[in-house]
């Protein structure tokens, strides 16, 4: 017997050798496999700021040598450049500032020995700076050449005193370079490093540039020698020159030391530190040579980097301590994915001896089971159907706050306070009869305070066939809780990183498309023209690959909200057509647009997130089909009483897809065919941003394909049924009878404002009218006299003559006594359309106008007075209590703003919905208007500065009027409200109070620029 207890013991011994080698095992191996992710993350920490450094050096030495070639400008400004000048123009570039590394600038002409004399007795005589001139002047060294190069003008002049007269070519190496330089006309950069004492012991290197005489040519090398001049240079102080691009580094554990390559052959050189190059710089303020680094090299990272220095090689070796680059969390992380494969290891393992022990001794197996559920870190129970405990754990006893012994037996509400024994018990009794397991998170706190976030799973326990028990087991999971509030948080950075990168990549994007797209004007070279257009279709291609990553990255940043508006199915499908008809007719393709019975045309939803999945589906149909037709259909799937779920599809006979395939579709970053030769490119984002759209709307997306069958791609959206009869968004959707009357009609439109005189002549004129512009009231009855018109468009306030003594006028004239007049303003008021139309004016609308507001009410008028076949009777222009002759149909805007310049930020700075009303959900004119208002409002500015100059409030109040409406008809809410309050100043305000709302407007419209620009790109299709 006691060999057999011997036995069983010595197994467990091993069996608990084996489950520790097994956990050491993987603690090793997660220890390894973490310590390689943190040093990779660290060396790539370490690149990166290295990389910065490098271009911020780079970038410093081409400055540097951009001032020696605007000392050259300067020379070329006038054929004797004096040195008064000369100083004013160093003295302007404020080096002190811009340019610290800079010691000296100066300039050295050009004297053949004959001249020497006379040069020598002209700078003594030079009294620009001096009255008594330098009648110690003298070319140092002394002596006889062919000729002389002296520092002649030298900034600051009072340090270099003493290299005043001296010849920089006495020195035969010196001369060599500035002849080469000279013959060549490019930059002599001295590669030879000097160590300059004062103030501190430093290394200092120089460039020159040769000048040459004005209106000579300088095409080869006997031009330029005849041409010569002189030279210009700059010397500067290495050591400040590197500092500063240091100074920019956040990590001051990356060290930098600077050589400059020795090697005088360009082909031999190289990126390796050798004996004879050159010290530069040390960031220990050193300029001896460093000496090797302590201890080991494999304990730090180390990199050489090139710098071009005009031609001349310098190499920044950059190193740091590898455990310095570590940050954070990472110092630990090795340690605790050791300890944590250990742990769960052998946990594990724990748990599986524990019951393979179990099935071999009953009384061994609850022992054995009791000694882990109370070291393990759960709370555990188990509740029978009368809410009595039969077992509760260590830490579940701790919780309650009573022995074990004294828990078990006894019901819930008898060890706990009501309220959570109530709540713990509504859930278990839902797991006693249903019988199936329940999980979830819940949350306590503890006597100390402390809150705990808990994951419980409460499962039934069968006994002979019926569920007797149920038990639960809670994780404390608050440092995971906290772990994933840290990844929520690091990819809403990452999501904001993608969107700012995507906004700041695009604006120098626009400016490489458009000056594709105007180069290609002028272009006749074949070549350069197909190059130019090879530009133009490539930033297209980038630009739309960087609009899908915006709209990724904003729908998971949780920053896209959709619209709601009403909006009329078949133009929809009309603008899919309208779009890519041309491209799928160059491929010879029919788009077939279906809408099946029953699917009410009139919904409200997001017309523009529709079109744009519609889009990529449709797109994307087209790319993969050679021929046949492609079907776009809208079918309703469930209709309710405010409701209506539509199906879309887009059906094409192309190259379909496997089951494979298909299965990673709608994926971020995926595609059907991922390899390298793949005949069709693609992010592989426009799929998944249909699916998170379509998901946004309510609905969800799916495919049905078989390879050479094509593919049917298709999405829902739960969308509201319309609430009101809804006005087409362009002049072709309009009803003909509505559009009739204004077809051929001509029309006056008087108004001030350059950006609404455009877009009320584009509105007119796409409805079919003939629209002549006048700039204010006088004009208008100018024009009136000479011809006729069949309706005046009149803005009320303007300058010269306002609208209301302008419609005066004309009632009182017999001749233009029964002209159609419609009143426009911005001031939408009782009193505003109660003064319109006792001035003597038919109509009253707002602006922003609404086109098909404007349309309706001109269908309106123009309709009647057709059927009446003669003018009106004349209105009085002063009797009161008079009402037009039909009702007044008017467009109520939303409330004034009573606050004026002080909160503007308050109102709504983009008002997308306004711009879609005011010009018919039409993304052309959209995109075109909102940036003709930017200029518009900038030359606005203008006007409104010289304004507050004068001192004119009289006038700076009619500006206001004037940019507001443009402001209100783009959406531009917060700027107008800036405009109103320039609108509603007084003399009593002063011109303080003018500046203070003046001094506001241009730095919110600089935010409305950028914001318009980004809404554009982002929300707006082309």
Same mark, same amino acid.
């Given at each position: 017997m006691r060999r057999k207890l011997r036995g069983l013991a010595s197994g467990r011994v091993l069996l608990w050798l084996l489950g520790l080698s097994l956990a050491a095992a993987v603690g090793a191996t997660l220890y390894a496999t973490a310590a390689h992710t943190v040093e990779e993350e660290a060396q790539q920490r370490f690149d990166n700021m290295n990389r910065a450094t490098q271009y911020s050096i780079s970038a410093r030495v081409k400055s540097y040598s951009d001032v020696v070639r605007g000392l050259v400008a300067l020379f070329q400004t006038s054929d004797h450049v004096s040195r008064l000048q000369f100083r004013q123009y160093v003295a302007a570039l404020d080096i002190g500032k811009h340019f610290p590394a800079i010691e000296a600038i100066n300039f050295a002409p050009n004297v053949p020995h004959g001249q020497r004399d006379a040069f020598v007795a002209a700078v003594r005589a030079d009294t620009s700076l001096t009255p008594e001139g330098y009648p110690k002047f003298a070319i140092k060294p002394p002596g006889t050449r062919e000729h002389y190069s002296p520092l002649t003008y030298l900034e600051p002049m009072g340090v270099l005193m003493e290299k005043f007269g001296v010849d920089i070519t006495a020195n035969p190496n010196i001369d060599r370079a500035m002849q080469l330089s000279r013959d060549t006309g490019q930059i002599s950069a001295s590669g030879?490093?000097?160590?300059?004492?004062?103030?501190?012991?430093?290394?200092?290197? =120089?460039?020159?540039?040769?000048?040459?005489?004005? %209106?000579?040519?300088?095409?080869?090398? $006997?031009? #330029? +020698?005849? !041409?010569?001049?002189?030279?210009?240079?700059?010397?500067?102080?290495?050591?400040?020159?590197?500092?500063?691009?240091?100074?920019?580094?956040?990590?001051?554990?990356?060290?930098?030391?600077?050589?400059?390559?020795?090697?005088?052959?360009?082909?031999?050189?190289?990126?390796?530190?050798?004996?004879?190059?050159?010290?530069?710089?040390?960031?220990?303020?050193?300029?001896?040579?460093?000496?090797?680094?302590?201890?080991?090299?494999?304990?730090?990272?180390?990199?050489?980097?090139?710098?071009?220095?005009?031609?001349?090689?310098?190499?920044?070796?950059?190193y740091a301590r590898k455990d310095a680059m570590i940050e954070?969390?990472?110092?630990?992380?090795?340690?605790?994915?050791?300890?944590? =494969?250990?742990?769960?290891?052998?946990?594990?393992? %724990?748990?599986?001896?524990?019951?393979? $022990?179990? #099935? +071999?001794? !009953?009384?061994?197996?609850?022992?054995?089971?009791?000694?882990?559920?109370?070291?393990?870190?759960?709370?555990?129970?188990?509740?029978d159907q009368g809410r009595r405990y039969v077992y509760v754990n260590a830490k579940m006893a701790e919780v309650i706050g009573s022995p074990v012994e004294e828990i078990i037996g006894k019901l819930d509400i008898e060890v706990m306070n009501h309220r959570d024994a109530d709540e713990a018990w509504h859930e278990d009794r839902a797991v006693l009869a249903d019988g199936q397991k329940r999980s979830g998170e819940a949350s306590?706190?503890?006597?100390?305070?402390?809150?705990?976030?808990?994951?419980?799973?409460?499962?039934?326990?069968?006994?002979?066939?019926?569920?007797?028990?149920?038990?639960?087991?809670?994780?404390?999971?608050?440092?995971?809780?906290?772990?994933?509030?840290?990844?929520?948080?690091?990819?809403?950075?990452?999501?904001?990183?993608?969107?700012?990168?995507?906004?700041?990549?695009?604006?120098?994007?626009?400016?490489?498309?458009?000056?594709?797209?105007?180069?290609?004007?002028?272009?006749?070279?074949?070549?350069?023209?197909?190059?130019?257009?090879?530009?133009?279709?490539?930033?297209?291609?980038?630009?739309?690959?960087?609009?899908?990553?915006?709209?990724?990255?904003?729908?998971?940043?949780?920053?896209?909200?959709?619209?709601?508006?009403?909006?009329?199915?078949?133009?929809?499908?009309?603008?899919?057509?309208?779009?890519?008809?041309?491209?799928?007719?160059?491929?010879?393709?029919?788009?077939?647009?279906?809408?099946?019975?029953?699917?009410?045309?009139?919904?409200?939803?997001?017309?523009?997130?529709?079109?744009?999945?519609?889009?990529?589906f449709t797109s994307n149909a087209i790319k993969f089909s050679e021929n046949n037709k492609i079907y776009i259909r809208a079918r309703p799937v469930e209709d309710r009483d405010n409701y209506t779920v539509v199906r879309f599809e887009v059906q094409d006979n192309g190259i379909g897809m496997t089951p494979a395939q298909v299965s990673s579709l709608f994926q971020s970053f995926q595609q059907g065919d991922t390899s390298t030769t793949r005949k069709y490119g693609g992010t592989g984002l426009g799929l998944v941003i249909s699916k998170q759209l379509a998901e946004l709307m309510g609905g969800t997306v799916g495919v049905e394909s078989a390879p050479g069958h094509g593919s049917t791609f298709w999405f829902t959206a739960k969308l509201q049924k319309g609430t009101h009869l809804l006005q087409a968004t362009d002049s072709n959707a309009l009803q003909p009878d509505m559009l009739a009357p204004i077809h051929g009609a001509?029309?006056?439109?008087?108004?001030?404002?350059?950006?609404?005189?455009?877009?009320?002549?584009?509105?007119?004129?796409?409805?079919?009218?003939?629209?002549?512009?006048?700039?204010?009231?006088?004009?208008?009855?100018?024009?009136?006299?000479?011809?006729?018109?069949?309706?005046?468009?009149?803005?009320?306030?303007?300058?010269?003559?306002?609208?209301?003594?302008?419609?005066?006028l004309i009632r009182a004239h017999p001749k233009l006594a029964g002209t159609l007049i419609i009143a426009m303003t911005a001031n939408?008021?009782?009193?505003?359309?109660?003064?319109?139309?006792?001035?003597?004016?038919?109509?009253?609308?707002?602006?922003?106008?609404?086109?098909?507001?404007?349309?309706?009410?001109?269908?309106?008028?123009?309709?009647?007075?057709?059927?009446?076949?003669?003018?009106?009777?004349?209105?009085?222009?002063?009797?009161?209590?008079?009402?037009?002759?039909?009702?007044?149909?008017?467009?109520?805007?939303?409330?004034?703003?009573?606050?004026?310049?002080?909160?503007?930020?308050?109102?709504?700075?983009?008002?997308?919905?306004?711009?879609?009303?005011?010009?018919?959900?039409?993304p052309e004119k959209m995109r075109k208007y909102a940036n003709m208002f930017i200029d518009s409002a900038q030359d606005g500015l203008r006007e409104v500065q010289a304004a507050l100059d004068a001192g004119d409030l009289v006038r700076l109040s009619e500006l206001g009027h004037r940019i507001k409406s443009s402001a209100r008809a783009v959406g531009a809410m917060s700027f107008a409200d800036l405009c109103l309050a320039l609108e509603k100043l007084t003399p009593a305000d002063g011109v303080e109070r003018a500046a203070a709302i003046v001094g506001q407007m241009q730095p919110l419209l600089d935010r409305l620029r950028e914001h318009i620009a980004q809404e554009m790109n982002a929300n707006i299709p082309g």
């Open positions: 030879q490093p000097v160590v300059v004492k004062q103030p501190v012991p430093h290394i200092g290197l =120089g460039m020159r540039l040769p000048v040459y005489r004005r %209106g000579m040519p300088v095409h080869d090398v $006997s031009s #330029r +020698r005849a !041409a010569f001049l002189g030279s210009v240079g700059i010397g500067f102080s290495v050591a400040k020159l590197i500092q500063g691009a240091i100074d920019e580094m956040a990590d001051r554990d990356v060290h930098m030391i600077l050589y400059a390559d020795a090697s005088v052959d360009p082909e031999k050189r190289s990126l390796i530190i050798e004996k004879d190059d050159r010290l530069l710089f040390n960031d220990n303020g050193s300029i001896d040579k460093p000496a090797a680094l302590p201890g080991d090299h494999s304990d730090y990272f180390i990199s050489v980097l090139p710098i071009d220095f005009n031609g001349s090689l310098w190499k920044a070796q950059f954070g969390l990472d110092r630990w992380f090795p340690l605790i994915a050791m300890v944590t =494969g250990f742990a769960g290891t052998l946990l594990i393992y %724990g748990y599986s001896f524990t019951m393979y $022990s179990q #099935r +071999r001794n !009953a009384v061994e197996q609850r022992r054995l089971l009791d000694s882990v559920l109370d070291n393990v870190d759960a709370h555990v129970y188990m509740k306590y706190t503890d006597r100390h305070g402390v809150v705990h976030h808990l994951w419980t799973v409460k499962a039934p326990v069968r006994l002979d066939k019926d569920v007797s028990v149920v038990i639960a087991l809670s994780t404390d999971v608050t440092e995971l809780h906290m772990l994933k509030e840290q990844a929520r948080a690091a990819n809403q950075a990452k999501s904001d990183f993608l969107s700012n990168m995507s906004h700041e990549i695009r604006t120098p994007m626009n400016s490489v498309i458009g000056m594709a797209h105007l180069a290609l004007k002028g272009a006749t070279n074949p070549k350069q023209k197909d190059y130019l257009q090879k530009i133009y279709h490539s930033g297209q291609h980038l630009l739309g690959i960087i609009n899908d990553i915006l709209d990724f990255s904003k729908i998971e940043a949780g920053k896209l909200d959709l619209e709601v508006l009403d909006f009329a199915l078949e133009s929809l499908l009309s603008n899919i057509s309208s779009q890519l008809g041309d491209a799928a007719s160059r491929k010879g393709l029919e788009l077939v647009f279906e809408i099946w019975p029953g699917l009410s045309h009139q919904l409200r939803g997001d017309p523009l997130r529709l079109e744009q999945v519609l889009l990529n001509s029309i006056l439109l008087v108004e001030d404002n350059i950006f609404s005189q455009q877009v009320g002549q584009e509105l007119l004129e796409d409805a079919g009218a003939t629209v002549v512009v006048a700039n204010n009231g006088k004009e208008a009855i100018d024009l009136l006299l000479k011809e006729h018109f069949d309706c005046v468009l009149m803005d009320v306030q303007m300058p010269v003559m306002d609208g209301y003594e302008a419609t005066r939408a008021g009782r009193e505003d359309q109660a003064r319109c139309l006792s001035a003597g004016m038919d109509e009253f609308v707002t602006k922003p106008i609404a086109p098909n507001l404007l349309f309706s009410v001109l269908s309106k008028w123009m309709s009647q007075r057709a059927a009446e076949g003669r003018p009106p009777a004349v209105r009085s222009t002063t009797a009161t209590g008079l009402q037009p002759a039909a009702p007044v149909l008017t467009l109520v805007p939303a409330p004034e703003p009573q606050h004026e310049a002080g909160p503007a930020a308050e109102a709504e700075l983009f008002d997308l919905r306004a711009l879609a009303q005011t010009f018919g959900n039409k």
